[in-house]
C-alpha cells in the first residue's frame, strides 16, 4: 500500500516502467513529450500534494503493466504471453478490424456509405486485446467509433456492413448506421454518438449485472461490461460521475480509455489538466492502470486482471491505453493538424506488425499460417460488402416499426383504435 | 353502490378477457376506465348519457385486458364485492402502486435521489428501501444525467427501472440520456433493445418555490420521439397510471404535481391499473370541451362549479395522456359540444396546448363552431413573488370568462 502512495506521488511516466518491446518509440519516452509545460505544470502540483498514511492506506493499488509482467516472469520461463490459438485469434480479430475498416473507407469514397465514419485503424490492439478475453454475455458499450468493438465481440461483418450501407440486412436494420451499432445477441449495447452518453449506460449495464446475482440470486450471474471510450471523453462529467458511482457500488465494469491523444483537433496535452488519466481512478477509489495501446499483448495482459477482478465481483477498473488513430478523427476530417513525424512514429509501432512480429518470433505462427489468415478475412471482407450491396433497402413499412416498443404508444386515432391498428401504419403511410 | 358495482365491473375484466359475453359488458368495462372517476370526484352518477357504441371500443379493452393488464388469475372475482375500498393521499396512492408492482416483479427497482433510506423528496417511495433493500431502491449520488444514463443501460439488460427526478426540473441534466437514450435507442437498435423504464417526479408550478423548482417541463420532452407521457391527477388515477407506466415497454414520463401530493381519495381494494392511453372524462356536459390535466383539473372544476350556476354545462376532460392524444374520447365530445377549451399549466409557446389544438384542428375542424380557445400559463420563468406567480398560470376566472366567450 505504501507502494501505491508512492506511485501516486511518484509516477515517474509508468510507460518507462513497462518491458516495452521497442523503447525508442515510446511517446513518453520521447523528450519533448517530458519538456512539455502541461506534464511541467502536474509535476509541481503533485510535489505539493501531501498525503497521509491513513490516505496512503486507504488509497487502492494502482497497477502499473510492469508489475503485472514482472509476476507473469517469474511464473513462467517459457515467456510466452498467450498460446498458439488465442495468438492465431487476436491476430485474425486485428486484421478483420483493419481490412474491414479499410474497405469502409473505400465504400465510402465510392458512395455506398454516408455520414460520418470514424474509422479504428491503429487502436485494434486495444478492441482485440479487451473484447476477445469476453464470454458472450458479458456486455460492450462503445462510441462512435464503433465498427470494430463490434466485429470484435462477434457480430458479423455482413451484419455491421450492411448496416453501415443502410440496408435492411444491417444489424440494426438499417436504422443506426455507422454510430449506432447495436446486437442484443452479442450484448453489443451500442456505439454511443455522443461524448461520454455511453459510459452510464455502461455502468448501468454493469448494475444490472450485480442486481441479477444479488437482488435475482442468479448466482451464476457474473457478467461483466466493457466501456470504450477516448481521451476527450475524459474530460466530461459523466466519466467522473460513473467512475464514483461504479466504484462505490462495485461494479463489474472496466472503463477503457483509448488515449489516441487527440479529440479531434484537440490535443489531449492542451486539454487536460492532469494528462495521464490513469491516475483518475485511484482517486476515485479504483486501480488504474496505464498500458501501452499499441502492443496487444500488454492490454490483454490488463484486460485479463481487469475482467477477472469485475468478474469476482472486486470492483472496477480504469484502464489507459495509450494508443493511436492512424486515420483522420472521420473520413471527412481533413486530418491536417497532426505533426507528420507524430503520425510516423506511431505508424512505426503498428499494434499488428507487432504481433505478427512476435507470433514468427516466438514461433507460435508461420508466416504461412498468418497469410492464410489474412486471405481469409479477405474473402470475408468481400463477402460482406457483396452481400451489403445486394441487400434490399428498408422498406417503407418499417418507417413507423420501432418508434415505440409497445406500439400503442403511438396513441388512439380519431375513430377510437388504436393508431397502430391502421393499415397505413404497417405500410408506413399513417399519418403519426 | 356505483362504485361496488364498478368494483366487480372491473375485476371481471382485468381477470379474464375471453369470457365476457355480451358486447354491452366490454362497454362497461370500457367506461370503468374511463368514467369511474365521475363517481368520485364529480356528484353527478350518469355518465350514461355518452354516446359510446362502436365495436372498436370493445375491441381495444380487450387488448388493454391482455397487454396492459395482468392482475394475478387466482383473484377471485367475487371477493371484491363487498369491500369497501381505502383512503389515502395521492403520494401514498403512487406508493402503493410503486410497491405493488416491486412486490409483483423483482426486476422492478427505483433509481433517484433520496429514493431510499430518506425516502423520496415528497415520500413517495418511503419504507421501500427497509422492505426491498438498498440495491432495489438505489440512492444514487447528485449525478442526474449519470444515473438516468444508469437506469437506460440497466433496462436494457432486462431491468423495470423507475427514475426518480427529485424535482423534475433536475431532469433537465438527464436531457440527452432522456432524449438521445431513452427516447430514441429502441429506434436506433432497430427494435433488439427495449427501454421499459419509467422517469416520474414532482414537477410543476408549485407555491412560491422559484424558476427552477416550478418548470413546466412537458413541452420540452414532448417532441422526444419514442417517449411516452403521462400527468397523473388523482389519487386513483396516479396509482393506476404508475402501474400501467411501470407494465409498458415505451419509456413513459409520468408527471406528477407538487401541489397535488396531498389530494386525498378513497380508492379500491382491488388490484386496478389504468390505460396509459386514455383521456379521462371528468364531468360530461353538453355545451363546451375543456381538455385539461394535472393541476389545472381542479381550478376546471372549480370554474366549472361557477358555469353551472350560471347555466352553462361543460364537458370536462382530463387528457392524462399528454403523448400521444387520446382523440377518441376528446373527438367524442368536440362532435358533441362543437366547442374547445384548452387549459393548461404549460408553456403556451410549444406547449401541450399548442400540439393539442393543432391535432384538433386537424382531425375534428369540421366539427368545431367556434376557434379553439388555449388557456396557457405564461412565456416568463416562473416568478418568485406569490401575486406574480398567481399571473403566471391560468387561474378559475379566467376559465369562466373563456367559456362565456365561447359560448356566446
Same mark, same amino acid.
Request: net charge negative; with cysteine; charged share 20%.
Given at each position: 500500500m505504501a507502494f501505491a502512495g508512492a506511485k501516486i506521488i511518484q509516477p515517474s511516466l509508468p510507460l518507462i516502467h513497462t518491458t516495452t518491446r521497442s523503447p525508442d518509440n515510446t511517446l513518453l519516452s520521447d523528450p519533448s513529450f517530458l519538456s512539455s509545460p502541461f506534464l511541467g505544470s502536474t509535476r509541481t502540483l503533485r510535489l505539493t500534494q501531501s498525503i497521509s498514511p491513513a490516505q496512503r492506506r486507504s488509497a487502492s493499488p494502482v497497477v502499473a503493466v510492469s508489475d503485472v509482467f514482472k509476476e507473469k516472469k517469474l511464473k513462467s520461463n517459457t515467456n510466452l504471453l498467450l498460446t498458439k490459438e488465442e495468438g492465431l485469434q487476436v491476430y485474425e480479430d486485428m486484421i478483420l478490424g483493419r481490412a474491414f475498416e479499410d474497405m469502409c473507407a473505400q465504400m465510402y469514397y465510392r458512395g455506398k456509405m454516408f455520414g460520418f465514419v470514424h474509422l479504428y485503424n491503429g487502436q485494434e490492439a486495444v478492441s482485440s486485446g479487451f473484447i476477445k478475453l469476453l464470454k458472450k454475455e458479458d456486455s460492450v458499450v462503445s462510441t462512435y467509433r464503433d465498427h470494430v468493438h463490434a466485429l470484435s465481440k462477434g457480430v458479423p461483418a455482413r451484419a455491421v456492413m450492411?448496416?453501415?450501407?443502410?440496408?435492411?440486412?444491417?444489424?440494426?436494420?438499417?436504422? #443506426? #448506421?455507422?454510430?449506432?451499432?447495436?446486437?442484443?445477441?452479442?450484448?453489443?449495447?451500442?456505439?454511443?454518438?455522443?461524448?461520454?452518453?455511453g459510459i452510464p449506460v455502461a455502468t448501468g449495464a454493469a448494475f444490472a449485472s450485480k442486481y441479477r446475482r444479488e437482488v435475482l440470486k442468479e448466482a451464476d450471474c457474473d457478467h461483466v461490461t466493457l466501456a470504450f471510450f477516448g481521451d476527450g471523453t475524459c474530460n466530461n462529467g459523466q466519466f467522473f460521475e460513473c467512475l464514483n458511482m461504479a466504484a462505490l457500488w462495485k461494479l463489474p465494469i472496466i472503463f477503457v480509455v483509448e488515449n489516441n491523444l487527440w479529440a479531434i483537433g484537440m490535443s489531449h496535452l492542451r486539454s487536460t489538466s492532469d494528462p495521464e488519466i490513469w491516475k483518475k481512478g485511484p482517486a476515485f477509489g479504483m486501480p488504474g492502470v496505464h498500458v501501452d495501446g499499441m502492443d496487444v499483448l500488454k492490454v490483454r495482459e490488463v484486460a485479463k486482471e481487469a475482467i477477472g477482478r469485475a468478474r469476482r465481483g472486486e470492483g472496477p477498473t480504469l484502464v489507459e491505453c495509450e494508443t493511436y488513430r492512424f486515420r483522420g478523427h472521420s473520413l471527412a476530417d481533413p486530418d491536417e493538424l497532426r505533426d507528420p513525424a507524430e503520425k510516423a512514429r506511431y505508424a512505426a509501432r503498428d499494434p499488428i506488425t507487432a504481433l505478427k512480429k512476435y507470433l514468427i518470433e516466438s514461433k507460435l505462427a508461420n508466416e504461412a499460417e498468418l497469410k492464410a489468415i489474412e486471405k481469409k478475412i479477405d474473402e470475408v471482407v468481400e463477402d460482406a460488402v457483396e452481400f451489403a450491396d445486394e441487400s434490399?433497402?428498408?422498406?417503407r413499412s418499417q418507417l413507423l416499426e420501432n418508434v415505440f416498443a409497445d406500439p400503442r404508444g403511438f396513441g388512439i386515432g380519431p375513430d377510437g383504435s388504436y393508431r397502430c391498428e391502421d393499415p397505413k401504419f404497417t405500410q408506413g403511410t399513417a399519418q403519426v | 353502490m356505483a362504485s361496488i358495482f364498478q368494483g366487480v365491473g372491473a375485476t371481471t375484466a382485468l381477470s379474464s378477457s375471453t369470457s365476457i359475453d355480451t358486447k354491452k359488458f366490454q362497454l362497461s368495462s370500457r367506461r370503468f376506465f374511463s368514467v369511474r372517476r365521475a363517481s368520485f370526484v364529480v356528484v353527478r352518477s350518469g355518465g350514461d348519457k355518452r354516446d359510446s357504441g362502436s365495436n372498436r371500443i370493445g375491441g381495444r379493452a380487450d387488448q388493454l385486458v391482455t397487454n396492459a393488464v395482468a392482475t394475478k388469475a387466482d383473484t377471485p372475482a367475487?371477493?371484491? =364485492?363487498?369491500?369497501?375500498?381505502?383512503?389515502?393521499?395521492?403520494?401514498?396512492?403512487?406508493?402503493?402502486?410503486?410497491?405493488?408492482?416491486?412486490?409483483?416483479?423483482a426486476h422492478v427497482c427505483v433509481i433517484g435521489e433520496d429514493v431510499g433510506h430518506y425516502g423520496g423528496s415528497y415520500k413517495v417511495t418511503k419504507g421501500l428501501a427497509d422492505k426491498y433493500g438498498d440495491l432495489r431502491v438505489l440512492d444514487t449520488p447528485i449525478a442526474e444525467n449519470s444515473f438516468t444514463g444508469m437506469g437506460i443501460g440497466a433496462a436494457m439488460c432486462g431491468l423495470r427501472p423507475i427514475i426518480e427526478g427529485m424535482n423534475m426540473g433536475f431532469l433537465l441534466l438527464a436531457f440527452n440520456q432522456i432524449s438521445?437514450?431513452?427516447?430514441?435507442l429502441h429506434y436506433t437498435s432497430g427494435g433488439?433493445?427495449?427501454?421499459?423504464?419509467?422517469?416520474?417526479?414532482?414537477?410543476?408550478?408549485?407555491?412560491?418555490?422559484? =424558476?427552477?423548482?416550478?418548470?413546466?417541463?412537458?413541452?420540452?420532452?414532448?417532441?422526444?420521439?419514442?417517449?411516452?407521457m403521462v400527468a397523473c391527477s388523482t389519487p386513483y388515477n396516479a396509482k393506476g397510471l404508475m402501474k400501467a407506466a411501470i407494465r409498458s415497454d415505451n419509456p413513459v414520463i409520468l408527471f406528477e404535481h407538487v401541489l397535488l401530493y396531498n389530494l386525498k381519495e378513497r380508492i379500491p381494494d382491488e388490484e386496478y391499473v389504468l390505460n396509459l392511453e386514455e383521456a379521462e372524462m371528468v364531468r360530461p356536459g353538453e355545451h363546451v370541451t375543456i381538455l385539461t390535466y394535472s393541476r389545472m383539473r381542479y381550478h376546471v372544476m372549480q370554474a366549472a362549479k361557477t358555469l353551472v350556476n350560471k347555466g352553462y354545462d361543460p364537458e370536462v376532460i382530463d387528457i392524462r395522456s399528454l403523448k400521444p392524444f387520446d382523440l377518441y374520447t376528446i373527438g367524442n365530445s368536440i362532435k358533441k359540444t362543437h366547442r374547445v377549451l384548452i387549459v393548461e399549466e404549460c408553456m403556451r409557446t410549444g406547449g401541450i396546448g399548442a400540439s393539442l389544438t393543432a391535432a384538433i384542428t386537424e382531425n375534428f375542424h369540421d366539427y368545431l363552431d367556434a376557434p379553439i380557445v388555449c388557456l396557457s400559463s405564461q412565456d416568463v420563468p416562473t416568478p418568485y413573488a406569490g401575486t406574480l406567480e398567481e399571473w403566471t398560470v391560468v387561474q378559475p376566472p379566467q376559465i369562466v370568462a373563456a367559456v362565456e366567450q365561447l359560448c356566446r
Open positions: 450492411s448496416e453501415l450501407f443502410g440496408k435492411k440486412t444491417g444489424c440494426c436494420r438499417g436504422q #443506426g #448506421g455507422s454510430m449506432h451499432m447495436f446486437s442484443a445477441e452479442h450484448n453489443v449495447l451500442g456505439g454511443f454518438a455522443f461524448i461520454g452518453e434490399p433497402a428498408p422498406s | 367475487a371477493s371484491t =364485492a363487498s369491500k369497501p375500498g381505502h383512503e389515502l393521499l395521492l403520494f401514498e396512492a403512487l406508493r402503493e402502486g410503486l410497491e405493488e408492482e416491486m412486490e409483483r416483479d438521445n437514450n431513452c427516447g430514441m433488439q433493445f427495449k427501454i421499459p423504464v419509467v422517469i416520474r417526479g414532482p414537477g410543476g408550478v408549485g407555491r412560491q418555490l422559484g =424558476a427552477e423548482h416550478s418548470q413546466r417541463l412537458e413541452s420540452y420532452f414532448q417532441s422526444i420521439p419514442g417517449i411516452q
